[in-house]
């Protein structure tokens, strides 16, 4: 029996019917394949995923750190999206509201009488308090349900307190899981905010936007020191330590990387369109990834200056890492791992564990879409069902005033064929034959998965990683880092290569044994006698 069937093997018909389409073992290496994805979670299985409003506000919004965002729900909804998620942010100008949480702490009575009054209230005190110039809401599913209008508060406070505010409609339930809210916060920052600024382009600089880099454990910093040393102006992070004021200007950038494809390929599609910014997938988790990524920006570019001083800053980097990484290559050649991560890191990860040694055997997404695993070459052929168009899709058209294109269209085209540009491979074409991918994975399916596999370290989130660790095996945490980081860019690289290694080699995997491997845990007699 091949693996697969193996897992699937204990589900009744119905449940295996479902998810028979999102557990995928590759046939062939580089070769895409279908896969089920981005549909609705059986009830009752344990899975891993988020909600609508976790994807806009958690994602999205949250690191943003000079607005006020805040939450119009029950204080749980804003409790639990606060500070969890490690989106680091800088206090330059003494506007970090990162570290406050923002709520209506809706209760019974607003529920049934509506919540508007509150809501109007939390934006006066916030306003009063903190001066800032946007106030973003977030409304959670009770909002949605006794149908507060929050777009109307919005217009209300910004005549009134004559800063901006923008109202996002990401109940928790509207989609099948945070990347429903990923869409809805890309358009409403679209839509209100990105391009509003005035500011022109910056002649004789090489201006680029890092979009769907959120600073988790400071890995946004790390590319931006990484491409400022080369030369390049870091305009703007989107989202990660971003600032409104910053994001206002951000169609001034004469090109767009894109490191989280999932959470952000609709704001790099729209600026395309309305401002003529090309985008180029990049991947700085990894150094032979992060190598290629700094060469296809000077391929672009085409600056001589900037193309000597990318080979420059290549050489230089990876020199100040080479000796401890090569400990470390020693230390975790042949090892396998497993990564279940949400919806990029499992694809972004697998580079540089292969540089390290580092086989994975096992992958998994939380909330990807098909062009995820299989490639931007199969959006056309995605069905869109009835929760995906209960998402508004905008259109955009092109702003006359500020489209500008950096590069002529023949060169582009050249490129294109060359590089990244505007393109997306998925993950599927970078993994081995036999490889086991699973979509939305549940609690059974890690499981069992780790009994066949048995890698040698999970990357996993905070749910399974304690399922892991109960179990005698080595994991680490790729949502949060577990309070390490950074791990892009080069001195990333070494960083996790550290902590896989301390990981694995920890003393105390050799002290425990669960307990259930030693003593038997059902006690009885057979036969009735007592
Ligand atoms: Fe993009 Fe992310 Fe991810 Fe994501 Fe996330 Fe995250 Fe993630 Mo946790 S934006 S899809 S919704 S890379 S919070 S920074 S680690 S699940 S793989």
Redesign the pocket.
């Known amino acids: 029996m091949q693996e697969r069937e193996k897992i699937l093997d204990n589900y009744t018909a119905k449940v295996f019917k479902n998810r028979k389409d999102h557990i995928v073992q590759l046939e062939e290496s580089g070769v895409s394949q279908e896969i089920a994805a981005n549909s609705r979670s059986i009830p009752g299985m344990m899975v891993n995923r988020?909600c609508c409003y976790?994807?806009c506000k958690?994602?999205?919004l949250g690191p943003l750190r000079d607005v006020v965002t805040i939450t119009h729900g029950p204080v749980g909804c804003g409790f639990y999206s606060w500070g969890t998620?490690r989106?680091k942010a800088n206090n330059p100008d003494g506007r970090n509201f990162i570290q406050y949480c923002f709520t209506t702490d809706m209760q019974e009575s607003d529920i049934v009488f509506g919540g508007e009054k509150k809501l109007k209230q939390a934006i006066k005190e916030a306003v009063e308090i903190f001066h800032p110039e946007c106030v973003l809401i977030c409304s959670t599913c009770p909002i949605g349900l006794i149908g507060d209008d929050i777009q109307a508060v919005a217009t209300w406070a910004q005549e009134a307190f004559k800063i901006q505010c923008v109202a996002f409609s990401c109940e928790g339930y509207r989609g099948v899981s945070?990347?429903a809210g990923?869409h809805i916060a890309n358009n409403g920052l679209m839509k209100h905010i990105i391009g509003t600024g005035d500011a022109l382009p910056h002649a004789g600089k090489h201006t680029v936007n890092i979009l769907?880099e959120?600073n988790?454990g400071g890995d946004g910093w790390e590319t931006s020191r990484v491409l400022k040393r080369i030369g390049y102006e870091v305009l703007n992070v989107f989202t990660?330590d971003g600032s409104y004021e910053g994001i206002k200007d951000s169609h001034i950038a004469d090109l767009n990387l894109v490191?989280?494809?999932?959470?952000?390929n609709y704001i790099a599609e729209m600026m395309k369109t309305k401002y003529g910014i090309d985008w180029l997938k990049v991947n700085c988790i990894g150094i032979q990834e992060t190598i290629r990524s700094l060469r296809e920006m000077a391929m672009y570019f085409n600056d001589p200056v900037i193309t000597a001083k990318t080979e420059e800053v290549i050489a230089d980097e990876y020199a100040a890492i080479t000796g401890d990484l090569d400990f470390y290559k020693e230390k975790l050649a042949g090892k396998t791992a497993g990564i279940f991560?949400?919806?990029?890191?499992?694809h972004?990860y697998q580079s540089l564990l292969k540089e390290l040694g580092v086989k994975t055997i096992i992958g998994g997404?939380?909330?990807?879409h098909r062009d995820d695993y299989e490639g931007r070459d199969v959006l056309p052929s995605i069905k869109l069902d009835a929760d995906s168009k209960n998402i508004e899709e905008i259109t955009v058209n092109k702003d006359e005033a500020k489209y500008r294109l950096v590069i002529d269209r023949e060169r582009f085209e050249e490129l294109k064929d060359k590089i990244e540009l505007e393109e997306y491979k998925g993950m599927f074409r970078d993994m081995d034959s036999g490889t086991i991918t699973v979509d939305d994975f549940n609690h059974y399916e890690t499981e069992k998965l780790m009994e066949i596999f048995k890698p040698d370290i999970f990357y996993s989130?905070i749910k399974d990683k304690y399922m892991m660790v109960k179990a005698g095996m080595p994991a680490r945490q790729?949502?949060?880092y577990d309070y390490s980081g950074p791990y892009s860019c080069f001195q990333g690289a070494l960083n996790f290569a550290r902590d896989s290694y301390m990981a694995i080699y920890a003393p105390a995997w050799k002290l425990i044994e669960a307990p259930w491997k030693t003593t038997s845990t059902l006690m009885g007699k057979i036969g009735g006698a007592q």
Request: charged content about 10%; overall charge positive.
């Open positions: 988020g976790a994807g958690g994602v999205v998620r989106n945070q990347s990923h769907g959120y988790i990660g490191m989280c494809h999932r959470s952000i991560v949400g919806g990029s890191r499992t972004h997404y939380e909330f990807a989130g790729l949502h949060s």
